[in-house]
């Protein structure tokens, strides 16, 4: 498959994650964690920069175990920070420790992170008719709700472009072009 959307055709990283991840839908709750702790490390940054740190970032916070990632330290945290090829800016390493919280919070009133936040499409994905990579919003009504909903409970980095960007990575929302390969038709 040679065809994809503009945006992933910068390198061999970025290809891959387009064709194997991107608006594939997730139902595990560590990787839908892991995916909200990278795109708000994206916020202000490019993806291609976030994705060449991911496997720094996987393996400073255990693989994105959310229980291990609620109980680091201040000093745990500022250790990552100097020690691990992380973004360095310091609100958003300690957005790993607030967020794994608010998905313990999540977790015990749902069940699950991934209820929490399927149940915003029914779980069913949110599937765009895209002709080019320009007509893709950078956020939607159902981010902006999202957001808010993610804010209320205490999350970090989780603004309506933020969230958009999520619900992308996760599957909740499908954005790849008509002429994609990897576009997926809504049955």
């Not at 055709?9 to 139902?27: I, K, L, T, V």
């Not at 993806?47 to 609620?70: G, P, T």
């Not at 992380?86 to 313990?104: C, D, F, L, P």
């Amino acid at each position: 498959m040679g065809n994809r959307c503009l945006w992933a055709q910068s390198n061999a990283m970025m290809q891959a994650y387009h064709d194997e991840e991107w608006c594939r839908p997730s139902r595990d709750d560590r990787y839908l964690f892991e995916m909200l702790i990278l795109e708000g490390a994206q916020a202000g940054l490019s993806w291609n920069i976030v994705l060449s740190k991911r496997n720094a970032y996987q393996e400073a916070f255990h693989q994105f175990d959310v229980d291990y990632c609620a109980e680091l330290s201040d000093a745990e945290l500022a250790s990552i920070k100097e020690n691990y090829t992380v973004v360095k800016h310091g609100a958003k390493i300690q957005s790993v420790r607030t967020n794994a919280q608010a998905v313990q919070s999540i977790q015990k009133e749902w069940g699950s992170f991934v209820d929490f936040l399927w149940s915003f499409t029914d779980g069913i994905p949110v599937h765009n008719n895209w002709e080019t990579d320009a007509q893709i919003p950078a956020q939607s009504p159902l981010s902006v709700q999202l957001s808010k909903e993610l804010k209320k409970r205490g999350f970090k980095f989780v603004g309506p472009v933020t969230t958009y960007s999520f619900m992308q990575a996760i599957g909740m929302v499908h954005d790849h072009i008509n002429s994609c390969d990897y576009r997926i038709v809504k049955q």
